[in-house]
């Protein structure tokens, strides 16, 4: 498959080029930033394409994601002269780092490779789940050493690592740990990494200020006499001589357990077949991205196959091959009939990236996440689904109860597997749980009242899309009470629109709106999270029919909608947020409360005008190159809106087992559904010139609704979408064909 690793490796993309499996538990990618905490944002994978110099290899990253962490166990070939330190990028040569050139380096799924200048060697890395494979040529008659930094962290400041050890097994055996206190507290992971050569010499140093050794051997031995060292700043200078071939390998596997459990995992990649491990990883993403099959001109080919790759890198494996995990409680589980996965960044994902997953993935891998979530709610010492989860543990990043929507979907769409009691249990205790996020006074007032609690908007109407979405799984199952009061506070979000400004505003706990108003402030710990009224105001995606009908029908939202595209505005309007980027007038296509606006033309009976709109988001939002996404990915958010779009529709509402029709931007594309059918998208006609639908046929059979409902996919079948240079502004404008609200069926 066309996959370039490298697009959103610039920029703000966030995305990390490195070698991993789908869903893996190692990735396994070069690190280039500067060990300093106040540029931990722009490094928050580790790697940036605009850098010329490498850091090291490390084992673990998120991909796309808004805060940093992670950068575990570092590795670092070279030959020479031994240097403890990283160094700097501008003073070459002033520590371990090396400089590299795009020209030497090369990257496809599964696999990475690159030179390093300074330090002679040339790097080659690939995985399997829970193992990195590192292969290493020296030049000819050069010495082979590494360096294995624990100091390491893509998120730095002073005691981000709380404690660390290092234990020499044998003469080709390093195990360790440590603990970590950054974006999640406590965080514990254990290693066991394996030379394909002995060790001819060692040195452990812990590089605290002050301190030259704290460990269980004789305080007087030397660094190379020590089989064991600890302490928070941890380094090793690991020699092997000179190899005949000039080749050394290692492989590193990870544990959240132990170091026991690390050695075990260590089994999952027998021998030293680097190729063979090669060739296996890079079957698995064939595999996982034969799920489509796309046809389309370049560099949309690429970039559409791009973003599947990036939809697939979380949630990510974080268990071992014994079942063992560590949970939110910090403490020892294990799974059973299904593999744990953490790394939930929900209130980007639950938007598309779930929804992706459970056309392109087998039911098992979407049953595990669902299970992932329930099992953290039952042993989360607060009872509540994970907020953005990652190994294991919650960071509190963001706002909203989403997990619930995305088992809610999962469940509205038949998958089996969970036990729907289990689940709902689950996500009534989430929307229940007081102390989170104003939930007190949402239950009682019934809105999120802004004197009391910070953004205070923005939770109260994602409190309600989370309330809808429990009322719909409650519904199907037949708990008709609690059906009943979640739809009631799913109505929550009219409380806080203010039908006089035609935004949603914060309201005060005394009723009256808070004073005075300003649609386009947006502040951390202000009204709304990480946007504005003008992206906000959109939001009750489960009751479009209600928004149009409190601005004044359709009309008016379609013409509300263009005043957002339209708006001239100051740049430095939203420069001091980082993560308001890709702007189009007020939407923000960089952040996710703006991912389904440009479809919201199609409630109103305008889907034309969605038509018009998307092909302005993809042409100024997305390109083949590395700073070709317009802020974070996400965890897979963005690529999951572009991959939808690309194929023609939407799900704007999560739970309602219906997707948006927009237009396509491939000439054809197959869905190979896990149930073994498959769903055919073709686009006639398709041109630079002819981005409008003229009229769409389903099996054949003209289809008037501008909406797919999940089972039209998942029967197999033909959607054929007939392309033309001017808008149809009749096709969809009818009320039956307009896709699904609460009001209107209410």
């Not at 590494?146 to 690592?161: A, P």
């Amino acid at each position: 498959a066309a996959v370039n690793v490298f697009i959103g490796t610039g920029g703000d993309g966030h995305t990390f080029p490195g070698a991993t499996r789908p869903f893996g538990m190692v990735q396994l990618s070069p690190d280039t930033q500067v060990r300093h905490f106040k540029q931990s944002y722009p490094w928050a994978a580790g790697y940036r394409y605009e850098d010329n110099s490498i850091l090291g290899f490390s084992h673990t990253h998120f991909s796309g994601s808004g805060h940093s962490d992670l950068g575990d166990i570092l590795l670092m070939p070279y030959s020479g002269d031994t240097k403890l330190e990283p160094g700097y990028p501008e003073r070459p040569f002033s520590g371990y780092r090396s400089r590299f050139r795009h020209e030497d380096e090369h990257a496809e799924p599964g696999y990475y490779a690159v030179r390093l200048q300074d330090n002679d060697v040339s790097v080659e890395l690939t995985a399997s789940e829970r193992v990195g494979l590192h292969r290493y040529h020296y030049d000819k008659g050069a010495d082979a050493k590494v360096i294995l930094d624990l100091r390491q962290s893509i998120y730095d400041y002073n005691g981000k690592n709380l404690w660390s050890s290092m234990r020499v097994r044998d003469n080709s055996t390093i195990t360790g740990m440590r603990v970590t206190r950054g974006w999640a507290p406590g965080r514990q992971l254990y290693f066991a990494m394996k030379f394909s050569r002995p060790i001819a010499g060692r040195a452990l140093y812990n590089r605290e200020e002050g301190v030259e050794y704290k460990g269980f051997a004789a305080p007087g031995k030397t660094p190379s006499e020590k089989i064991y060292v600890e302490g928070k700043a941890l380094v090793g200078a690991l020699d092997f001589g000179v190899p005949a071939d000039g080749t050394l390998m290692v492989k590193v596997a990870l544990s959240a357990v132990s170091e026991d459990g690390a050695l075990a995992n260590l089994e999952e990649m027998p021998g030293w077949d680097f190729d063979a491990e090669r060739n296996r990883a890079s079957k698995a993403w064939n595999d996982a991205l034969s799920a489509v099959a796309v046809e389309a001109q370049e560099p949309m080919r690429t970039m559409v196959y791009t973003s599947l790759y990036h939809a697939m890198l979380a949630p990510s494996l974080f268990m071992d091959r014994d079942g063992q995990y560590r949970g939110p409680d910090n403490q020892v589980h294990k799974a059973k009939g299904f593999s744990f996965h953490s790394t939930f960044s929900l209130w980007d994902t639950y938007r598309a990236l779930h929804p992706l997953l459970t056309l392109i993935q087998p039911e098992q891998q979407n049953v595990d996440f669902v299970r992932s979530l329930i099992v953290s709610q039952q042993e989360s010492p607060y009872g509540i689904l994970p907020v953005w989860q990652f190994n294991g543990l919650e960071t509190w990043c963001m706002i909203g109860y989403h997990a619930v929507p995305v088992i809610a979907d999962a469940y509205m769409k038949g998958l089996k597997g969970f036990s729907a009691d289990e689940a709902l249990a689950a996500m009534t205790a989430s929307a229940e749980y007081g102390p989170y996020g104003g939930l007190e006074h949402y239950m009682k007032l019934g809105y999120v009242p802004i004197d009391l609690e910070p953004e205070a908007a923005s939770k109260t109407v994602e409190y309600a899309f989370d309330d809808w979405t429990i009322a719909r799984m409650a519904e199907k199952m037949g708990k008709k009470d609690i059906a009943a009061r979640y739809y009631k506070r799913a109505q929550n979000y009219r409380n806080v629109f203010d039908t006089k400004t035609g935004f949603i505003r914060a309201r005060k706990s005394t009723g009256e709106f808070r004073e005075p108003f300003n649609p386009v402030l947006s502040n951390f710990g202000s009204d709304y999270t990480e946007g504005s009224a003008w992206q906000y105001s959109w939001y009750m995606p489960h009751d479009n029919a209600g928004l149009i009908s409190m601005l004044g029908g359709d009309a008016a939202m379609a013409a509300k909608i263009d005043q957002v595209f339209d708006a001239k505005v100051d740049a430095n309007v939203y420069a001091h947020m980082e993560d308001i980027s890709g702007l189009i007038g007020h939407y923000a296509h960089g952040n996710e409360p703006s991912h389904h606006v440009a479809y919201l033309y199609n409630y109103a009976g305008a889907p034309w005008k969605t038509q018009a709109r998307l092909g302005q988001i993809v042409a100024s939002q997305y390109s083949a190159k590395p700073d070709g996404l317009a802020g974070n990915d996400d965890l897979g958010q963005m690529s999951a809106w572009f991959t939808f779009t690309a194929l023609g529709f939407y799900p704007v509402a999560p739970g309602s087992n219906e997707y948006v029709i927009g237009r396509p931007f491939v000439d054809k594309a197959v869905l190979n559904l896990p149930n073994g059918k498959h769903f055919t998208i073709r686009a006639e006609q398709l041109s630079a010139t002819n981005v409008y639908v003229g009229s769409v046929t389903l099996n054949g059979k003209p289809l008037q609704r501008s909406f797919l409902r999940h089972e039209d996919i998942t029967a197999g079948g033909e959607l054929v979408f007939r392309m033309q240079a001017t808008p149809n502004t009749d096709w969809g404008r009818d009320h039956k064909a307009r896709p699904y609200t609460q009001t209107a069926y209410q």
